[in-house]
């Protein structure tokens, strides 16, 4: 846990293993709920899930899929400035539940689009209540469908309610063995540049490529 760090002193004294270990239960179950695998034969069989606080981790938080070890960067929780410590533990379970979900979630056998991956987990910590409102995408931004993170969670959101809530259920379940862009048109109707090109317009950005 970077022991002797400013981050690891800050997990230690602000956040806790027992905060800890709750959030990252309550993301898992959360996380089933969000891709409705109400049976256990319906998940990734892992007999556990393993978070570090690391300081050589490259960015804020990233992920072992085949291990199911979650990595938190001891330096971003150390240049985290606030006076509540509810703010600190908010962004910290965003980051669980962003990384649990990628995690439990399926990724087509490691053929699925990074920035798509990414997507689901923002989009279950969005959905879970747990985005950053300070640096949250707003939606109909971004360059691109996969740019990953916030602002495909928040594209994800428009594909839900093109599927009446189901669109990230639906394409995670099919992504169990493998990944196709085509998986977008069998759900809704079109090729994902279109419904990229179509969620641009919505919200008045009509300079989608």
Not at 104 to 124: C, D, Q
Not at 132 to 138: N, Y
């Amino acid at each position: 846990m970077a022991p002797g760090t400013k981050g690891g002193i800050l997990f230690d004294t602000q956040i806790g293993l027992n905060f800890t270990t709750t959030t990252m239960s309550a993301a898992s179950d959360f996380s089933w709920q969000t891709f409705q695998q109400n049976a256990s034969a319906d998940r990734r069989s892992l007999p556990q899930v393993s978070l570090f606080i690391d300081s050589d981790v490259q960015g804020i938080a990233y992920h072992d899929y085949q291990a199911a070890q979650i990595y938190i960067d001891a330096d971003y929780l150390a240049n985290l400035t606030s006076s509540n410590d509810d703010d600190l533990r908010r962004e910290f379970a965003g980051l669980v539940y962003a990384q649990m979900a990628s995690v439990w979630g399926w990724n087509g056998n490691s053929t699925a689009p990074a920035g798509l991956l990414s997507g689901i987990g923002g989009y279950v910590r969005a959905k879970a209540g747990t985005s950053s409102s300070s640096k949250w995408a707003e939606a109909g931004e971004g360059e691109k469908w996969d740019q990953g993170d916030d602002v495909t969670a928040r594209f994800l959101e428009y594909c839900d309610g093109l599927r009446n809530g189901s669109f990230v259920a639906e394409i995670n379940s099919m992504m169990k063995d493998t990944y196709s862009n085509g998986f977008f048109a069998q759900l809704l109707g079109k090729d994902v540049a279109d419904v990229w090109k179509d969620y641009k317009a919505k919200y008045g950005n009509l300079t989608a490529s």
